[in-house]
């Protein structure tokens, strides 16, 4: 079970983040904050319905292992995608010009994402998704755990909250992609930032049913902090190294946010005697984030993607 589970998330991960890839190369640049908005949006229903129907497969008697009969149903639209999905202009004309290197090689070219001029974007962009991830993985993945041990929630209030996670999922990452569109990719990454961590502290600290459901789907529909790091990533690399900036940045060293997340919560909600206190202060690590952002990472709305592998 445990290594299906494995293969099954590190398939998820890498086609997730390959169309965030492939639809920011096929788009305009005056609406791929918005188009990426709803590709998130669209992502975060999905993630919402294994929670919905759970109650109702435990109650026919297909029990949880029929959410893994629901994920294989994708596999029908196979034929579909094979059809109709084609290689981005941007990448074809690239591969022209610059050919992929023998896969020997092909461990040198990551070495630019180090190199001078390019560093200090890559630095950047690790350090937003690695925030991104361990907020993910300590405030969203903690909620349920302290909703029972700490509110005294039981699953029938639980069951509740993919009512309002699909419209506040849809609504935070459509809204995602609109703010970057509109005002640019460094006020949408700091307004979620800093909304995210004013969510979660609502989240954790109100003691009315209410509010604490406010503060969820809040921290829910702020997750478009994944739509906006996806857009920034892919407009901050060239053609060539693009999809391995997203790997390097995303899959490896952000994705290692979400591991030490649990492990830096659970241990502080022991010392300090409440998940509460614990989550409460390790929101605070998104508006660190902030200024490293400026620091780091230029604007790049409505920048087209072949003019970066024109300028570099």
């Given amino acids: 079970f445990t290594a299906l589970q494995l293969g099954a998330r590190f398939f998820l991960v890498t086609q997730l983040a390959l169309a965030y890839v492939i639809l920011s190369e096929e788009l305009p640049p005056e609406v791929r904050g918005r188009a990426n908005g709803w590709l998130g949006g669209f992502a975060s229903v999905g993630a919402a319905v294994p929670y919905a129907l759970l109650s109702s497969f435990e109650d026919l008697g297909i029990g949880w292992r029929g959410l893994f009969g629901l994920g294989a149903i994708p596999l029908l639209l196979w034929p579909l995608y094979a059809?109709?999905?084609?290689?981005?202009?941007?990448?074809?004309?690239?591969?022209?010009?610059?050919?992929?290197?023998?896969?020997?090689?092909?461990?040198?070219?990551?070495?630019?994402?180090?190199?001078?001029?390019?560093?200090?974007?890559?630095?950047?962009?690790a350090a937003f998704w690695w925030t991104v991830n361990f907020w993910s993985g300590t405030a969203l993945a903690f909620f349920t755990l302290y909703a029972f041990q700490e509110r005294g929630w039981d699953a029938g209030q639980l069951t509740w909250l993919p009512l309002g996670m699909i419209p506040a999922g849809i609504t935070g990452y459509a809204i995602s992609g609109f703010v970057m569109d509109r005002f640019g990719r460094r006020v949408a990454a700091s307004a979620f930032l800093i909304a995210s961590t004013a969510a979660t502290w609502i989240a954790f600290g109100s003691t009315a049913t209410a509010g604490i459901m406010a503060g969820y789907f809040a921290m829910v529909g702020l997750g478009g902090l994944w739509t906006i790091a996806a857009t920034w990533t892919a407009e901050l690399f060239s053609t060539d190294l693009r999809a391995t900036a997203s790997a390097l940045t995303n899959n490896v060293i952000g994705r290692t946010g979400i591991v030490v997340g649990p492990v830096v919560a659970g241990t502080l909600a022991e010392s300090l005697g409440s998940i509460q206190l614990a989550i409460t202060w390790l929101a605070a690590v998104n508006l660190i984030c902030v200024p490293i952002v400026w620091w780091t990472l230029p604007e790049t709305r409505g920048i087209a993607l072949d003019k970066i592998d024109a300028e570099g």
């Fill in 83 to 125: 059809r109709t999905i084609r290689e981005p202009a941007v990448f074809v004309a690239r591969q022209r010009e610059r050919p992929a290197p023998p896969l020997r090689q092909e461990v040198r070219e990551w070495l630019r994402l180090v190199a001078p001029g390019v560093r200090l974007r890559f630095a950047g962009v």
